[in-house]
């Protein structure tokens, strides 16, 4: 099973973000929204102060994404950001993540986003 955890750095010292990736079989997720073989979901924690999206940090987004599919058995990443946090739907949608639907998910309501392979990589 591919489960990680990302911290993507600015020299080699400043955090910029936290990625984690699991197979959407072992996220509280696939209980409320339906998922196949080959999704997986990310979380991302942001290191930023801003209510604006940075382009570092949509840079190190795409490049975690790039990387992810370098894996043959991801076919499709689904975020799922509380609708209320701005930023976080921002800068998924800038990357490449498009809205399917709204979940209640802990006690708020949450975008699912989902970018896949050929969406992000086109042949």
């Known amino acids: 099973d591919f489960a990680r955890s990302f911290m993507v750095l600015k020299?080699?010292?400043?955090?910029?973000?936290?990625?984690?990736?699991?197979?959407?079989?072992?996220?509280?997720?696939?209980?409320?929204?339906?998922?196949?073989?080959?999704?997986?979901?990310?979380?991302?924690?942001?290191?930023?102060?801003?209510?604006?999206?940075?382009p570092l940090h949509l840079k190190a987004l795409q490049t975690c994404l790039e990387y992810f599919f370098l894996f043959p058995e991801i076919k499709k990443i689904i975020a799922?950001?509380?609708?209320?946090?701005?930023?976080?739907?921002?800068?998924?949608?800038?990357?490449?993540?498009?809205q399917e639907e709204q979940v209640f998910s802990h006690y708020s309501v949450c975008n699912l986003l989902v970018c896949t392979r050929q969406s992000f990589i086109p042949e």
Do not use: H, W
């Open 80 to 98: 799922e950001p509380e609708a209320e946090n701005k930023l976080y739907n921002e800068i998924l949608l800038q990357a490449g993540f498009q």
């Open 11 to 54: 020299n080699n010292r400043l955090a910029l973000c936290q990625i984690d990736i699991c197979s959407a079989d072992k996220d509280e997720l696939y209980d409320t929204f339906p998922t196949s073989n080959g999704d997986y979901i990310i979380r991302l924690l942001m290191n930023t102060n801003r209510s604006t999206v940075r």
